[in-house]
């Protein structure tokens, strides 16, 4: 007598991933196992999971569900999300990435008529550590908005900041 078992897909982690990862293809693997209507809420495909960000450390071998990764990260205990209005392109920025924020000021006038003095020029550091939490946007005004995570007292620095000085966002090497 032959049994035959019902199986489906999981997607399983290839290797481990850190908390707060993008999880690529690479890391991941699919395998056949026995159906179980408790899987439901799992990975199936590979292309369902890539490009998401881990929720939680996802040891090699697991099966990548629902609760252990979504599309945006989650915003750090004792960390706050807010608007940045960026100088700076967005378009290399990935959900996920981690950027200093920093103000770009100019300690002279410059007029038309006079080039600034480059050495009146100051970049000041905001935030050493924002987490981009969505995908970049433009408002009506064409400016680029982006929602970054961080400790609350740099966020109000940045915040005002903001309302008189251009933020830049500067990506890690």
């Known amino acids: 007598m032959r049994l035959t078992i019902s199986t489906q ?3 399983i982690a290839a290797k481990s991933i850190a ?3 993008v999880i ?3 890391s991941l693997a699919l395998r056949d196992i026995p159906y179980d209507e408790a899987l439901r809420s799992v990975a199936h495909d590979i292309d369902d999971a890539v490009g998401l960000i881990a929720q939680v450390d996802i040891a090699e071998g697991s099966i990548v569900t629902s609760a ?3 599309a945006s990260p989650v915003v750090p205990k ?3 999300a807010v608007e940045v209005r960026l100088a700076s392109s967005a378009d290399s920025l990935t959900i996920g990435d981690t950027v200093t924020l920093s103000s770009a000021t100019m300690f002279s006038e410059a007029t038309p008529e006079t080039v600034p003095d480059m050495d009146a020029v100051s970049l000041h550091e905001l935030c050493t550590g924002a987490i981009l939490t969505a995908k970049p946007s433009r408002n009506a005004d064409g400016d680029t908005l982006a929602v970054f ?6 966020a109000a ?3 005002q900041a903001q309302e008189y000085s251009a933020i830049i966002a500067i990506v890690g090497s």
């Open 19 to 21: 908390k707060g990862g």
């Open 9 to 11: 897909s999981v997607v």
């Open 24 to 26: 690529s293809a690479d």
């Open 68 to 70: 252990m990764a979504r």
């Open 157 to 159: 620095t940045v915040l």
């Open 149 to 154: 995570a961080m400790p609350p007292h740099e």
């Open 78 to 80: 004792g960390y706050t």
